[in-house]
């Protein structure tokens, strides 16, 4: 997902085509602390989530087994968050998430996608980046459980000095794919990898004619043999355009997705395939300082358009289908978290769970559904009078209304 702007922060950095704005902390702070243990992370004053991955489990007294990631205000510096549920007993204490073996002050999970609980606790590879303040970021990658993980990727890929990871979907254990960017920060272009259950792959990727600075920002691989992804690039007039791209047989080929009339930019965020010919995608596009909602599906051959009952200033960054024929999918409108549900042929908005004051803003990241009465939504909770005041938001679905879950930061 290309991360979108998290509204109570103050100091941007800059990844790829999107404005992250991450609480301000000078070079000379971040020099002088290291990370602290993150374990800590319970008790951070600020701390957001922006990506989820939520799985069936064998274990017949859990209903399903979710990670959640994102960032926390660790000192000075930026860490890594992740915490973890098992549907029934809430969120647990963090995992460790290591620092990448170079000297950084921030460490940015993007996404998440976690295997089919086969055991006891299921594989989980996140992907972000990582940089120091006002310096470009380099991808990262990581891999484990809720008991732990390991730093599998950490550099540039050969040649570019900026790189970073944005979505990533796991089929199997032993088979994972993700997409993101790597370049200089003047030029870079899509990226994508494989994960065969020991080490990421670069591989070669397609890019459409005539494009400059091309990101795959939303990836969903239905199976081992078949994934699809969403992103962005900039025309030779300098107009950001959509395109999807289609993996099958082992090559990639490019096709066209519809970007909306009039808009300066049509943003895919986030996409999801129940089966291996259908999807639905969901994002935003933008025209000046506005912001407009907006849904497609997929059919195998062709993408369409959907009509979203979502007004203006409003954005969805996460999709999540359970089936084929129901969707849901989260974001905001306004300052209030805006859920919508897919049931095949039209979009019903739905009515979010609203936190109180005074961090009574809410926006949803990420939304991910093991069935149609089990989601699970990720994002984070503010108050708009005061910047740096985010904490976890995590809104749980239970067939017939969302409610706010306790999180250990929330």
């Known amino acids: 997902m290309l991360r979108p702007t998290l509204l109570a922060r103050s100091a941007v950095v800059l990844i790829a085509g999107a404005a992250i704005l991450a609480p301000c902390a000078s070079s000379a702070q971040a020099s002088s602390a290291p990370h602290k243990p993150l374990a800590a992370a319970a008790a951070a004053?600020?701390?957001?989530?922006?990506?989820?991955?939520?799985v069936p489990s064998d274990n017949s007294a859990d209903p399903y087994f979710c990670e959640a990631i994102?960032?926390?205000?660790?000192?000075?510096?930026?860490?890594?968050?992740?915490?973890?549920?098992n549907g029934k007993q809430g969120w647990g204490q963090p995992a460790v998430v290591p620092v990448p073996p170079r000297a950084n002050q921030a460490l940015f999970e993007n996404e998440v996608s976690c295997a089919t609980v086969t055991s006891?606790?299921?594989?989980?590879?996140?992907?972000?980046?990582?940089?120091?303040?006002?310096?470009?970021?380099?991808?990262?990658?990581?891999?484990?459980?809720?008991?732990?993980?390991?730093?599998?990727?950490?550099?540039?890929?050969?040649?570019?000095?900026?790189?970073?990871?944005?979505?990533?979907?796991?089929?199997?254990?032993?088979?994972?794919?993700?997409?993101?960017?790597?370049?200089?920060?003047?030029?870079?272009?899509?990226?994508?990898?494989t994960?065969?259950?020991?080490?990421?792959?670069?591989?070669?990727?397609?890019?459409?004619?005539?494009?400059?600075?091309?990101?795959?920002?939303?990836?969903?691989?239905?199976?081992?043999?078949?994934?699809?992804?969403?992103?962005s690039y900039l025309t030779s007039a300098g107009k950001s355009r959509a395109y999807a791209e289609v993996w099958a047989s082992g090559k990639w080929r490019i096709e066209s997705f519809p970007n909306v009339a009039g808009k300066q930019a049509t943003l895919a965020q986030s996409i999801s395939c129940p089966a291996s010919s259908e999807c639905v995608a969901a994002g935003e596009v933008s025209r000046s300082s506005s912001s407009r909602a907006f849904g497609a599906v997929w059919n195998g051959s062709k993408w369409r358009l959907t009509v979203l009952p979502a007004g203006s200033d409003?954005?969805?960054?996460?999709?999540?289908?359970p089936t084929t024929t129901r969707c849901f999918a989260s974001g905001l409108t306004g300052r209030a978290a805006l859920l919508e549900s897919?049931?095949?042929?039209?979009?019903?908005?739905?009515?979010?769970?609203?936190?109180?004051?005074?961090?009574?803003?809410?926006?949803?990241?990420?939304?991910?559904?093991?069935?149609?009465?089990?989601?699970?939504?990720?994002?984070?909770?503010?108050?708009?009078?005061?910047?740096?005041?985010?904490l976890t938001l995590v809104e749980v679905w239970n067939g017939s209304s969302w409610k706010v879950q306790a999180a250990l930061n929330n």
Request: positive net charge.
């Open 342 to 390: 897919w049931n095949g042929s039209s979009w019903r908005k739905m009515t979010a769970a609203r936190t109180p004051a005074p961090r009574n803003a809410d926006s949803l990241q990420h939304v991910s559904c093991v069935s149609p009465t089990h989601c699970v939504a990720v994002g984070y909770r503010y108050n708009p009078k005061k910047t740096d005041s985010d």
């Open 70 to 85: 994102g960032i926390w205000l660790n000192g000075s510096y930026l860490s890594g968050l992740t915490e973890f549920s």
């Open 120 to 193: 006891e606790l299921p594989d989980c590879l996140f992907v972000g980046d990582h940089y120091n303040y006002n310096q470009n970021p380099a991808q990262l990658a990581e891999w484990g459980t809720a008991n732990g993980f390991q730093v599998v990727d950490w550099r540039n890929p050969k040649g570019a000095t900026t790189s970073g990871l944005e979505d990533v979907s796991c089929p199997s254990a032993r088979f994972c794919v993700t997409t993101g960017y790597a370049g200089t920060p003047r030029k870079y272009r899509a990226t994508w990898f």
């Open 45 to 54: 004053k600020f701390a957001a989530f922006n990506g989820d991955s939520c």
């Open 314 to 321: 409003a954005s969805l960054y996460g999709v999540s289908c």
């Open 195 to 231: 994960w065969n259950g020991t080490r990421l792959a670069a591989k070669t990727i397609p890019e459409p004619a005539r494009s400059h600075d091309s990101e795959l920002g939303a990836l969903s691989c239905p199976s081992t043999t078949k994934c699809i992804a969403l992103g």
